[in-house]
């Protein structure tokens, strides 16, 4: 065996690689634009549930600081359910806007 190296198998060779490194540039480029369905109800439903539990977290520690139990946990377990609502309408806006985009 020579010790030289075959010119045509090295430009075979060269030429796909070329072919494979372009490939993960376009796959790259694809990905990460945006989330599936399912993903953004699932963010939907986190934000609901952490306005709701904040806003019991909040009222509970209230009613335990000046003693008045049932009071500001009903009040701010409302206020942190219109939060988590306005949170998550505020996000299925904004996912309305980039699907009326993609038109």
């Given at each position: 065996m020579s010790d030289e190296p075959d010119p045509d198998r090295l430009r075979a060779?060269?030429?796909?690689?070329?072919k494979i490194r372009t490939k993960p540039a376009e796959i790259r480029s694809q990905t990460g634009k945006g989330f599936s369905q399912g993903e953004m109800a699932w963010r939907m439903i986190i934000e609901l549930c952490a306005g709701l539990m904040l806003g019991l977290a909040i009222g509970y520690g209230l009613d335990v600081l000046f003693g008045t139990l049932p009071i500001f946990l009903i009040i701010f377990c409302?206020?942190?359910f219109a939060a988590g609502v306005r949170t998550m309408l505020g996000t299925a806006r904004a996912m309305g806007d980039t699907t009326k985009e993609k038109r």
């Open positions: 060779l060269s030429a796909k690689l070329d409302g206020i942190g």
